[in-house]
């Protein structure tokens, strides 16, 4: 992910809102807020605060992603990964369900 988008990332300031740009400039996300509260509340959108502190930990992800890479190898395959198995476990589930449901009726 990093290696797409060089770090590091900033946030850009704009009119109701914060972007977040890689280093060669690319705008990776755009968050919205409201000064007003009422408004905010009102309409579904975030304050500015709560917009800002979201770009701020959005651009510190590069960082987190760094740190953590030595942890994510751990599995390395999906016999390995728990998480995995159980989602292989639910979609054999989920396609012997379908099959039942979606057979052919028997005509007697």
Not at 43 to 70: H, K, V, Y
Request: glycine share 8%; charged share 25%; proline share 7%.
């Amino acid at each position: 992910m990093t290696s797409r988008f060089p770090g590091p990332w900033r946030i850009a300031e704009f009119p109701n809102g914060f972007a977040v740009n890689d280093a060669t400039g690319r705008q990776l996300g755009f968050f919205y807020g409201r000064a007003d509260p009422n408004m905010a509340g009102h309409a579904s959108f975030l304050m500015i605060d709560e917009a800002r502190q979201i770009a701020i930990d959005f651009a510190r992800l590069p960082g987190l992603l760094n740190r953590t890479s030595g942890r994510s190898e751990v599995a390395t395959s999906s016999e390995d990964d728990k998480p995995a198995k159980l989602e292989k476990i639910a979609r054999r589930k989920v396609r012997r369900k379908l099959r039942i449901y979606l057979a052919p009726p028997i005509c007697q």
